[in-house]
């Protein structure tokens, strides 16, 4: 199972209208073949900080997800909300 970890600091006038978008974009990730789990947390601290968990069976359901409509809109529409993006990818080696 491959695993991203992504984390986004959010300029602060658009954290609401980010958190929505990127809810959205959750809900239909969790729909995608070959998508496990979609989780969106946010720091306690810090409300402009968001991570998401991602597990994927393999990097084609990583690919088909980066090329679907859903996300490509939604990295389209909040890419000026985003201050620093971080993503991370890993290997699951204990499910």
Same mark, same amino acid.
């Given at each position: 199972?491959?695993?991203?970890?992504?984390?986004?600091?959010?300029?602060?006038?658009?954290?609401?209208?980010?958190?929505?978008?990127?809810?959205?974009?959750?809900?239909?990730? =969790?729909?995608?073949?070959?998508?496990?789990?979609?989780?969106?947390?946010?720091?306690?601290?810090?409300?402009?900080?968001?991570?998401?968990?991602?597990?994927?069976?393999?990097?084609?359901?990583?690919?088909?997800?980066?090329?679907?409509?859903?996300?490509?809109?939604?990295?389209?529409?909040?890419?000026?909300?985003?201050?620093?993006?971080?993503? =991370?990818?890993?290997?699951?080696?204990?499910?």
């Amino acid at each position: 199972m491959q695993v991203l970890l992504v984390e986004f600091c959010i300029h602060a006038s658009f954290v609401p209208a980010f958190e929505a978008a990127i809810a959205e974009n959750a809900r239909a990730s =969790r729909r995608e073949p070959g998508c496990r789990q979609f989780d969106v947390c946010r720091d306690a601290a810090d409300p402009s900080l968001f991570y998401l968990y991602e597990l994927y069976d393999d990097e084609a359901a990583i690919q088909a997800h980066l090329q679907s409509p859903h996300f490509l809109s939604m990295d389209s529409a909040t890419r000026d909300w985003v201050a620093t993006k971080t993503v =991370r990818r890993l290997t699951r080696t204990n499910p």
